[in-house]
C-alpha cells in the first residue's frame, strides 16, 4: 500500500527566502506525481505534474524534483512572498486499484511572514 | 478549457437528514470522475471514483452513495447523515491517459449537527 509523507508539517520563514518542502513514497512504481497548494477553506490547485520519466518541472518560482529510485520529490520555492502562504500537498496515483486515484500526503502548512 | 463546479458550497444539515451534492465538470468529455473527504485534522480520503455513466467504486464502507447519471455529473448522496460525515467533500476530474493531472472543484464544506 502506497505512504506518502511530506515533511515538515509546518514551517514560518520571512518573505524573500528561498525553500524546500519534502515529500516521500513508498512505493517508487508510480506514473507521476503532483504538488497542489490549498488555500483554506478552499479546493486545491494543481501547481505541477512531474512524469514518472522526468526529474524536474518549473512553473515560475516554483520547482519540483522527482527521484523515483529514492522514492523522494521536492518543491522549491524561490524568493518566498507572503502570498505563498498556504498548505502544500503531494500526491501520487494508486499503482493498483482506484483508477489512478491519487493518494495524498498530509502537507506542509507554509506561513511566509511580510 | 476544462471548469469543474461543486454546489452547494456549504451545507449545515442535522443528524439523520438526507443529502445531495452535486459535480460538474465542463470542457472535457469521458473523465475520471473522484469523490474525497477532507476531515479537520485528517488528510484527504477517496470515497468513490467513477469511469463512466453508471460505473462506481467505493472505498470504503459507509453510508455515502455516489451516482453518474451523465458523462460529466457526480453526485455524493446519504439517506440519513450521521455526525460524522461533517467534513470538507472535493469532487475531482482526470483525463483517461495514465499520466493526465487530476483537477479538483473548490469544494463543499458539510457540518452535520
Known amino acids: 500500500k502506497q505512504e506518502v509523507t511530506q515533511i515538515p508539517a509546518a514551517l514560518s520563514v520571512p518573505e524573500g527566502e528561498n525553500l524546500v518542502l519534502n515529500c516521500s513514497f513508498t512505493d ?19 501547481l505541477l505534474l512531474i512524469q514518472s520519466s522526468q526529474r524536474e518541472q518549473t512553473s515560475g518560482r516554483l520547482n519540483a524534483s522527482l527521484d523515483k529510485s529514492s522514492g523522494r520529490s521536492t518543491l522549491y520555492i524561490a524568493a518566498s512572498q507572503p502570498g505563498d502562504s498556504a498548505t502544500y500537498l503531494c500526491a501520487v496515483p494508486r499503482s493498483a486499484t482506484g483508477r489512478r486515484a491519487l493518494t495524498f500526503g498530509s502537507g506542509t502548512r507554509l506561513q511566509v511572514q511580510p | 478549457s476544462q471548469t469543474i463546479h461543486q454546489w452547494p458550497a456549504t451545507l449545515v444539515q442535522p443528524v439523520g437528514s ?5 459535480c460538474t465538470v465542463e470542457g ?12 479537520a485534522g485528517r488528510g484527504l480520503q477517496l470515497l468513490f471514483y467513477s469511469v463512466g455513466i453508471g460505473q462506481i467504486s467505493s472505498e470504503v464502507p459507509q453510508n455515502l452513495s455516489a451516482s453518474r447519471p451523465q458523462d460529466r455529473q457526480f453526485i455524493l448522496s446519504s439517506k440519513k447523515l450521521l455526525l460524522s ?18 483537477f479538483f472543484g473548490p469544494g463543499t464544506r458539510l457540518t452535520v449537527l
Open chain 1, 28 to 46: 517508487s512504481a508510480i506514473y507521476n506525481l503532483q504538488w497542489f497548494r490549498q488555500d483554506p477553506g478552499k479546493g486545491l490547485t494543481s
Open chain 2, 18 to 22: 438526507p443529502l445531495s451534492l452535486e
Open chain 2, 28 to 39: 472535457t468529455s469521458n473523465p475520471n470522475l473522484y469523490w474525497y473527504r477532507q476531515a
Open chain 2, 85 to 102: 460525515d461533517s467534513g470538507f467533500y472535493l469532487c475531482a476530474w482526470r483525463g483517461t491517459s495514465d499520466h493526465n493531472e487530476q
